[in-house]
C-alpha cells in the first residue's frame, strides 16, 4: 500500500469517527427501513384484500348506515337515510361533548383537592389522601363499570323518579331537567353574552393602565363576573324573555319535555373526571409544594397578604410545574374516554370503529379514521397547552 | 431615607420585646426575651446554631407566632389582628439568608411588586424609586435581568433594594451572608454599613463579626433560647462575661 492510499484510508476512518456526519447516516439509514417497511406492508395488505374480495376506499361513507343511535347530540339522525359519515360525525361530537366536560370538570376537581390535601385542617387533608389513592388505585374500566352498573343503573324505575323540587328527576334512565328553548328575539342573549366577554377583557385593560397610572386596584373579577351575568339578562328582559321553559314531565312510561342526560353518558363522565381529578389533585399538590416556602415568606415580610401572595407568587411559579403534566392529563382523558364501548356510550370508537366497522367490513379505513382522530385531537391539546406553557415559563441563567 | 418620619415620631422605641415566650409543640424555643431596640440603633445578633437566632427575628414581623409575652413594633402591639401584622410588616423589611427572590419576576419586578400591590404606588413612580435603590446597590444595570441571572451577590444586593422599596423603618437581617461565596460577602456588607451609616434601625443575626466591630451598637449573644449576654461591640469582644459566650467567640475566632 503506497503511503498516499494509507493516508486517505485513515481519513476515511477519520470521517466516520465523526459524530456529525455519523448522526447523518443513521438518520438516513432508519428513514430507508422505515419507508421499506411501510411499502412493503401496504403493497401485502393491497394484494391480500384484492384476493379476498374486499373493495377499499371511503365509498362505505356515503352509504345509509341503517341501525339505531342511542345518544344523538346537535344532529338528526335516521336509522334509515343517514349515512357511516353521519354516524363518525356523531361518535366524534359524543367524544368531544364527554372529553371537553370531562377536562372542565376534572380541572375543578382537581385543583380542590389538590389544594384540600395541602390543608393544616387533618379531617380535609385526610379526606383528600383518602380520595386520591382510592381513585388512582382502581382500574378506569373498573371504576365506570362501578358507576355505571352499581350506581346509575340500580336508580330507581322511571315511575319511581327521585325528585329535586319539581323539575328536577333522577332515575335509571339518568337525569331530567327543566330545558330553555329559544323562540324569536333570542338572538340577542348570546349577542350580550358576547358583548360581556368583549366588554370584560377591555375592563381588564383599562384597569391594567389604571393601576399603573394612579396604583388604584379595580376589582376586575367581580365587575367582569357581573357584567357576563348582567348583560345577557337585560338582553333577555328587552326582548321580553324570548325564550319558553320546557318542563319535564311524567307520560304513562317515559318523562317527556325537558333535558335528559342519560346514564351511559353520566357513568362515563363521572368516572373519567373522578379518575383523572385524583391524578390532577397529585400534580397541584407538587406544584404548590414545588415552591419553596421561602417564596411565600419573602411576600409576607413585603406586607403582601395570603391572598395576593397566592396570586403573584405562588401560583405562576407552581403553574409552570403543572402545566406539562397537566397537559398529558387532558391527553389521557380524552383517549380513554374510548373506553365508552365498555358503558355503551355511544363515542367515535364504540359507533364508528364498532358498528360501523362491522356493518361494512371496512375495517382498514374504520381504523385509519378513528385513529387520526384521536390523532389529530390529541396534538391540538397539546398545541394549545404547550403554547400556554411557553407564555408561563421561567427564565432562567 | 425615613429621616424625615422618624424626627416626627415621638417614640424613639423601635422594637420591644418584654417577657417573650415561644414554643415549637413541646420545645421551648425562645424563653423570658427582653429586649428594647432603639430608634437608629444597629444591634448585631449571634449564637450558635439553633440557638433562636432566626426565630426571635422571625417573631418581629409575625412569620412565627410567639405564645406569650409582647412585642411591641413602632409603637403597634403585635397581636392575632390582622391590621395591625399588616402595619407592621409594611414598616420592618426583611432579608433572608437565601435571597428568596421570586425567580419568575425581573429585578426590577421585584422590587416594584409590594409598592404596586400594598403602597399602591403607581407603576412609573414605583419603578422610579426602584431604580434608585438599585443604583445604590450598585447594580441598576441588572433592572430587566431575572435572579436566576445573576450572582448570589447580586442576588442579596437586590433583596435588600426589594425591601428598601417598601421605606421600612426597621431591617431585619437573618444570616445574609452565609449563603455566599466568601468574594461576595463584602459587596453584601458595604451595603448594609452604608445603610447603618444612614441611620436606619438594624437587627442582623450574623457572625461577620468585623462588621459587628463596625456598625454594631450592641451585640447579643444568644443560646439555647435565651440572650445570654449584652454589651457594645468592644466590650463584648474583649471582657465576655458569661462563660459560654467567652466558648463561642473562642470558636468561632479561630474559625473564623
Ligand atoms: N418550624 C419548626 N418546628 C419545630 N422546630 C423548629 C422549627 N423551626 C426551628 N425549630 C427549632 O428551633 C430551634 C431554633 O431554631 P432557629 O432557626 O431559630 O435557630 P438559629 O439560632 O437561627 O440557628 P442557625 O444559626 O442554624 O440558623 C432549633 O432547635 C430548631 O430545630
Ligand atoms: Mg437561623
Not at chain 1, 101 to 125: C, M
Not at chain 2, 109 to 116: K, S
Request: proline fraction near 4%; charge should be negative.
Amino acid at each position: 500500500m503506497t503511503a498516499e492510499a494509507a493516508d486517505l484510508e485513515v481519513a476515511k476512518i477519520n470521517k466516520f469517527r465523526d459524530p456529525r456526519i455519523r448522526a447523518i447516516f443513521y438518520q438516513i439509514l432508519v428513514i430507508v427501513l422505515i419507508v421499506g417497511f411501510v411499502a412493503y406492508v401496504g403493497h401485502n395488505t393491497a394484494v391480500n384484500l384484492e384476493k379476498r374480495g374486499i373493495a377499499s376506499g371511503f365509498n362505505f361513507l356515503s352509504q345509509p348506515a341503517g341501525f339505531g343511535i342511542g345518544i344523538v347530540l346537535l344532529m338528526d339522525f335516521d336509522s334509515q337515510t343517514s349515512t357511516h359519515l353521519d354516524v363518525l360525525l356523531i361518535g366524534i361530537i359524543n367524544t368531544l361533548a364527554v372529553s371537553i366536560s370531562g377536562i372542565f370538570l376534572a380541572t375543578i376537581i382537581g385543583f380542590i383537592f389538590g389544594v384540600l390535601r395541602l390543608s393544616k385542617n387533618w379531617v380535609v387533608n385526610k379526606i383528600a389522601a383518602v380520595y386520591i389513592e382510592v381513585i388512582r388505585n382502581i382500574p378506569l374500566l373498573v371504576q365506570l363499570m362501578f358507576w355505571y352498573f352499581a350506581v346509575l343503573s340500580v336508580l330507581p324505575l322511571v315511575g319511581d323518579s327521585m325528585s329535586i323540587g319539581n323539575n328536577f328527576f333522577v332515575n335509571n334512565r339518568g337525569v331530567n331537567f327543566p330545558a330553555m328553548i329559544p323562540s324569536t328575539g333570542f338572538w340577542l342573549i348570546p349577542v350580550a353574552l358576547l358583548v360581556a366577554i368583549v366588554a370584560s377583557v377591555l375592563v381588564r385593560n383599562w384597569a391594567h393602565k389604571r393601576q399603573d397610572l394612579t396604583g388604584q386596584i379595580f376589582p376586575v373579577f367581580w365587575v367582569c363576573l357581573g357584567l357576563i351575568i348582567v348583560l345577557p339578562v337585560i338582553a333577555s328582559l328587552i326582548m321580553g324573555n324570548p325564550f319558553t321553559m320546557s318542563y319535564p314531565e311524567f307520560g304513562r312510561f317515559s318523562i317527556t319535555g325537558g333535558w335528559s342526560l342519560e346514564p351511559e353518558f353520566l357513568a362515563l363522565l363521572l368516572g373519567l373526571s373522578i379518575y383523572t381529578g385524583a391524578f390532577i389533585a397529585e400534580i397541584v399538590r407538587s406544584g404548590i409544594n414545588a415552591v419553596s416556602h421561602g417564596q411565600t415568606e419573602a411576600a409576607h415580610s413585603l406586607g403582601i397578604r395570603p391572598g395576593l401572595t397566592t396570586r403573584l407568587v405562588i401560583l405562576p411559579q407552581a403553574l409552570r410545574v403543572i402545566v406539562p403534566p397537566l397537559t398529558s392529563q387532558y391527553l389521557n382523558l380524552t383517549k380513554n374516554s374510548s373506553l365508552a364501548t365498555a358503558i355503551g356510550y355511544a363515542d367515535i370508537t364504540a359507533l364508528f370503529a364498532g358498528t360501523s366497522l362491522n356493518q361494512t367490513g371496512q375495517a382498514i379505513e374504520c381504523i385509519m379514521i378513528t385513529m387520526l382522530f384521536y390523532l389529530s385531537i390529541s396534538l391540538l391539546i397539546s398545541m394549545f397547552m404547550n403554547w400556554y406553557n411557553k407564555r408561563i415559563a421561567l427564565v432562567e441563567r | 431615607m425615613s429621616e424625615a418620619a422618624m424626627t416626627q415620631t415621638d417614640i424613639d422605641v423601635a422594637i420591644q420585646l418584654i417577657g417573650m415566650h415561644k414554643w415549637y409543640g413541646e420545645f421551648h424555643v425562645l424563653k423570658d426575651i427582653n429586649l428594647t431596640v432603639e430608634r437608629g440603633e444597629k444591634i448585631v445578633v449571634c449564637g450558635p446554631s439553633g440557638s433562636g437566632k432566626s426565630t426571635m427575628i422571625r417573631c418581629i414581623n409575625r412569620l412565627e407566632e410567639h405564645q406569650q409575652g409582647q412585642i411591641i413594633v413602632d409603637g403597634i402591639e403585635l397581636t392575632n389582628d390582622v391590621k395591625k401584622i399588616d402595619e407592621i410588616r409594611r414598616e420592618v423589611g426583611m432579608v433572608f439568608q437565601h435571597f428568596n427572590l421570586f425567580p419568575h419576576l425581573t429585578v426590577l419586578e421585584n422590587c416594584t411588586l409590594a409598592p404596586i400591590w400594598v403602597r399602591k404606588t403607581p407603576k412609573a413612580e414605583a419603578e422610579a424609586t426602584a431604580m434608585k435603590f438599585l443604583e445604590r446597590v450598585k447594580i441598576p444595570e441588572q433592572a430587566m435581568k431575572y435572579p436566576g441571572q445573576l450572582s448570589g451577590g447580586q442576588q442579596q444586593r437586590v433583596a435588600i433594594a426589594r425591601s428598601l422599596c417598601m421605606n421600612p423603618r426597621i431591617m431585619l437581617f437573618d444570616e445574609p451572608t452565609s449563603a455566599l461565596d466568601p468574594e461576595m460577602i463584602s459587596e453584601v456588607l458595604d451595603t448594609m454599613i452604608s445603610l447603618a451609616e444612614e441611620g436606619m434601625t438594624m437587627i442582623c443575626v450574623t457572625h461577620e463579626m468585623g462588621f459587628a466591630k463596625t456598625v454594631a451598637d450592641r451585640v447579643l449573644f444568644m443560646d439555647a433560647g435565651e440572650i445570654i449576654e449584652q454589651a457594645p461591640p468592644q466590650e463584648f469582644f474583649e471582657n465576655p462575661q458569661s462563660e459560654r459566650t467567652q466558648l463561642f467567640l473562642s470558636q468561632i475566632l479561630h474559625n473564623g
